[in-house]
């Protein structure tokens, strides 16, 4: 395990914290609704959104659940950008709030699955298991 730094980090933060969007207006200060679409046969709407960082991203709400479905964002390169997808599905209950138990995300030539079998909500973790070890 190595350590996570810089713009490396904010990232890392940013995208662990399963509440950003239970709190979308602090989390994106502008937005706007974009239009409808289809996702795998489901309506949604595209809002299109800039976090309080300056970072725009366009999200994805099904229409008759109003959950989020789709996020997309563009991450820099010193090539250029390269669109960034992340897929929540799956949600359930979790102690009064619905959380995606499966979560898509791809940046090509990347790709991976989260697949969740069991969320708590401030659970206690054992602080050895966040012990950096150095060499």
Do not use: C, H
Request: hydrophobic share 35%; no cysteine; glycine share 4%.
């Amino acid at each position: 395990m190595s350590e996570i730094k810089d713009s490396e980090l904010d990232r890392t933060k940013k995208e662990a914290d399963f509440f950003r969007y239970l709190e979308i207006k602090d989390t994106y200060p502008q937005m706007r609704v974009l239009g409808k679409e289809n996702i795998d046969a489901r309506e949604v709407y595209v809002v299109g959104a800039t976090s309080r960082e300056g970072d725009r991203e366009k999200l994805y709400f099904d229409v008759a659940s109003g959950l989020l479905v789709r996020k997309v964002s563009a991450f820099r390169t010193a090539f250029g950008s390269i669109p960034e997808v992340m897929d929540f599905s799956d949600y359930r209950d979790v102690s009064g709030v619905k959380l995606p138990f499966t979560i898509k995300w791809s940046r090509p030539p990347f790709a991976y699955v989260r697949n969740f079998s069991e969320i708590k909500l401030n659970s206690l973790i054992d602080t050895p298991r966040f012990k950096i070890e150095t060499k």
